[in-house]
């Protein structure tokens, strides 16, 4: 659970009480009911075994309008995606229904949730070799297509760049190859999510961070591999980030 307060200004007040006069009265919206609507006037049988409080139907409501407004379309797109929830978990856990995913916003969200939530969403599946490497998706234009930047999120999960904590939904998709100077193409085994302050960084001159992918005999075959300047180490050593796969931290001495 994520605990949180706000202060909202009039105009906000009065939308959410608009909203919550018809979305958060008893027996709509009611998670214990197998059906629910907000179109017709519940009957009496439903709103008598409704036995949550005021603020759990404000809570139930809420989620169910900002579902609405996502399901819409209407939000346009946000970083070459459309605003939306972008879900990542492993075959097992999908199988076993435990454990939790990862949101692009870095989020942890049960598995038991996360399929009630595919309910209403439309699916992506991205695929993934033995080693961790993405299978290959390659697209020749400059702007990395919308199906590359999911296989992104799911194999990078935040900022690539060494100790940053950024989520995917706050990254860009960079070229490991540069687009000019080294022919690069929009492959999605050669994209990196970096935040843009991050991005700021990467080059291809001597004083620039740059990205590599991690080799088949790298110990994490296909990572991004961060390589600092001369000025920040001298010996240039390839850096990664574990933040976002924190089971890694166990290899580390």
């Known amino acids: 659970m994520t605990k949180g307060s706000f202060c909202v200004d009039p105009e906000l007040r009065a939308y959410l009480e608009a909203a919550f006069a018809k979305y958060a009265k008893p027996g709509v919206l009611n998670p214990a009911d197998e059906a629910s609507t907000v179109e017709e006037e519940p009957a009496a049988e439903t709103v008598k075994r409704d036995d949550r409080s005021l603020e759990k139907r404000q809570h139930d409501a809420l989620k169910a309008i900002l579902r609405d407004a996502l399901a819409s379309g209407t939000l346009g797109q946000h970083r070459g995606l459309p605003v939306t929830v972008v879900v990542t978990m ?46 290959y998706l390659g697209r020749s234009k400059r702007i990395a297509q919308g199906d590359q930047r999911l296989v992104c999120f799911a194999k990078d999960k935040g900022c690539t760049f060494p100790t940053c904590s950024r989520p995917a939904n706050m990254c860009a998709c960079h070229h490991c190859r540069e687009w000019v100077a080294q022919l690069g193409l929009t492959d999605v085994d050669q994209l990196a999510l970096v935040c843009d302050t991050h991005h700021r960084l990467a080059g291809v001159k001597d004083t620039d961070w740059h990205a590599i992918v991690a080799g088949a005999d790298h110990k994490y075959p296909g990572r991004v591999l961060w390589v600092p300047p001369k000025h920040i180490d001298p010996t240039r050593k390839p850096r990664i980030n574990h933040y976002f796969h924190p089971h890694e931290y166990w290899d580390l001495d």
């Open 90 to 135: 492993t075959v097992k856990e999908l199988e076993e229904a435990s454990g939790t995913a990862i949101t692009g916003g870095g989020s942890l969200v049960p598995i038991r949730e996360v399929l009630r939530m595919a309910r209403h969403a439309r699916h992506y599946l991205a695929l993934f070799d033995d080693a961790g490497r993405p299978i």
